[in-house]
C-alpha cells in the first residue's frame, strides 16, 4: 500500500519544483519520489537517465530507413521540409 506524506517547502524550493516540473512535463510528486530514491540509493526502474530507461529499446524499432544511421542529419532535414 502507498504511503501519502505531506511536505512544507520553503519558497525556493517550491519554486525550483514547479520549474523542474514544468521542464521536465512530470508531476511535482514524482520528481520528489525520484528525488527520494536518489538520495536513499534506492535506484529502481524510475532512476536514471531518461536514456538509461529506455536503453534497451534503442535499436529496436523499424525505421523504413535503412540507412538512417549514417543519413539522421539528412533524414531530419527531408522530414521538416516535409512538414512532418
Sequence with gaps: MEEQLTVRLPEELGRALRAA???THRKSSEIVR???REYLGLGGA???RPADRV???L???E???PDLATRSRDV???SLRRGG
Design 59 to 61: 535499436g529496436a524499432l
Design 76 to 78: 531530419l532535414l527531408e
Design 21 to 23: 516540473a514544468t521542464r
Design 55 to 57: 536503453r534497451g529499446l
Design 46 to 48: 524510475e532512476a536514471g
Design 34 to 36: 525520484l528525488a527520494l
Design 63 to 65: 525505421s523504413g530507413t
